[in-house]
């Protein structure tokens, strides 16, 4: 299993950013997928999640409104659209795949993602 | 505040048996949810230690244990190893709170 992460950068307050995560070596479209991030020196949080089929999602309350979870099974690609980015969305930004029994076996190796004039 | 409750570090001689604590409510571990727990060496990406409470994936050494109770949960780690200097998380799932995982402050663990 394989997660690469990418599209991390510095962005300014109030603007926007897309990342992708590339999968590879497992059934993509069997697995719900996940954003996890961890802001400098911190702990994990949840960011949000999406069906195998990309047709639930959910996210946690401190970014619901401004990010978008997406994915494209044909090209085996995960998707998080930020917008209105605040300089507490500073944070490593891991993507993650969920077994059935809520948990990651797997992680990608993270981008970071800086909001800051 | 993190939704789970660990403790901010924990430390142990090399060999010695070290536990980390994980407590949860009655809308997560108490409601009968699973606890896992993850590692993450300084730098890198946090990786799986512990699923479904209690389970090794293949590849993790049987010093690392996991446990279950009530609204708590435990990871102990014996016959430890400088290499085991890390963060430890444990999450879980909360009912109330559509589709999200809950995870703890994360433990710091120091090998004297």
């Known amino acids: 299993v394989h997660l690469l992460e990418s599209g991390g950068g510095l962005v300014q307050p109030g603007g926007s950013l897309r990342l992708s995560c590339a999968a590879s070596?497992?059934?993509?479209?069997?697995?719900?997928m996940s954003w996890v991030r961890q802001a400098p020196g911190k702990g994990l949080e949840w960011v949000s999640v999406?069906?195998?089929?990309?047709?639930?999602?959910y996210y946690a309350d401190s970014v619901r409104g401004r990010f978008t979870i997406s994915r494209d099974n044909s090209k085996n690609t995960l998707y998080l659209q930020m917008n209105s980015l605040r300089a507490e969305d500073t944070a490593v930004y891991y993507c993650?795949?969920?077994?059935?029994?809520?948990?990651?076996?797997?992680w990608g190796q993270g981008t970071l993602v800086t909001v800051s004039s | 505040q993190s939704v789970l409750t660990q403790p901010p570090s924990v430390s142990g001689a090399p060999g010695q048996r070290v536990t980390i604590s994980c407590t949860g409510s009655?809308?997560?571990?108490?409601?009968?949810?699973?606890v896992h727990w993850y590692q993450q060496l300084p730098g890198t990406a946090p990786k799986l230690l512990i699923y479904?409470?209690?389970n090794r994936p293949s590849g993790v050494p049987d010093r690392f244990s996991g446990s279950k109770s009530g609204t708590s949960a435990s990871l102990a780690i014996t016959g430890l190893q400088a290499e085991d200097e890390a963060d430890y998380y444990c999450?879980?799932?909360?009912?109330?709170?559509?589709?999200?995982?809950?995870f703890g402050g994360g433990t710091k663990l120091t090998v004297l």
């Open positions: 993650a795949n969920r077994d059935g029994y809520n948990y990651a076996p797997d």
């Open positions: 070596g497992f059934t993509f479209r069997n697995y719900d």
């Open positions: 999406v069906s195998g089929s990309g047709g639930s999602t």
């Open positions: 009655s809308s997560n571990i108490g409601a009968g949810s699973d």
């Open positions: 479904r409470n209690s």
């Open positions: 999450q879980s799932y909360d009912i109330s709170l559509s589709g999200s995982w809950v």
